[in-house]
């Protein structure tokens, strides 16, 4: 079973919709949880980072984590076509020090 | 504040020879890591430096070496290449992350594109 699973994509919504990004996870000792956006030819620019269950707001971000599932999310909000890039989920252990990342899901915002 | 930086751009090399890739932490940060990002394989996690010393290392053959140097940068030596070295290869730096009480999360650069012929 792998660590982390998340759906590639690619997903396409029209603008100015909520978006919902998701990754599951098996070993429940991650404790620390991360979404970074990569666009195409760049290295990937980190959104969100959050500690245990709990939700977090940035903006248009917020970042949902429900440990007891152990599943996380990235909801977006009025989104816009700049948000067209690939997400990653990143999963980390306390006293740890390996990130381990999803493969990334692609996200494509139609005007 | 300036991000991480890493150099060149893009590299392209033939197989058998070797490559080196540089990298500039931001400032502060004392960790360092590698990482490839091969096509359809997501991020995979090559090597930590913390403190001029390696800490960890992922599941890459020892042709995968690096070293950090006493102003923290870093460089990644990869020798005798081979066609499915060719990645983006990501750096990234970070506090100290994953010891004592602070974990902090990762910062990356736009990476250096190689490719073997």
């Known amino acids: 079973q792998k660590e982390v699973e998340q759906d590639p994509g690619p997903l396409s919504v029209p603008e100015g919709a909520i978006v919902s990004l998701n990754c599951t996870y098996s070993?429940?000792?991650?404790?620390?949880f991360m979404w970074y956006r990569q666009y195409s030819r760049k290295g990937p620019e980190l959104l969100m980072y959050?500690?245990?269950?709990g939700n977090k707001e940035d903006g248009r971000f917020t970042a949902q984590v429900d440990k007891s599932s152990k599943y996380i999310s990235l909801f977006i909000r009025d989104s816009q076509p700049s948000d067209s890039a690939t997400y990653l989920c990143?999963?980390?252990?306390?006293?740890?020090?390996?990130?381990?990342f999803g493969k990334g899901t692609r996200l494509h915002i139609l005007p | 504040e300036a991000g991480v930086t890493q150099s060149p751009t893009h590299l392209i090399k033939t197989r058998g020879q070797q490559a080196t890739l540089r990298c500039s932490p931001i400032s502060g940060h004392t960790s360092v890591y590698w990482y490839q990002q091969a096509l359809g394989l997501g991020l995979q996690f090559l090597l930590w430096y913390d403190e001029g010393e390696e800490r960890n290392r992922g599941n890459f053959p020892p042709r995968f070496s690096g070293r950090q140097f006493p102003n923290y940068s870093s460089e990644l030596n990869v020798n005798a290449l081979e066609l499915e070295d060719s990645a983006l290869y990501l750096c990234a730096s970070s506090l100290l992350l994953g010891t004592g009480n602070s974990n902090q999360p990762q910062h990356f650069g736009d990476g250096t594109r190689l490719s073997i012929l």
């Open positions: 959050t500690y245990s269950s």
């Open positions: 070993n429940s000792a991650f404790q620390y």
């Open positions: 990143a999963l980390l252990k306390a006293r740890d020090d390996k990130i381990i």
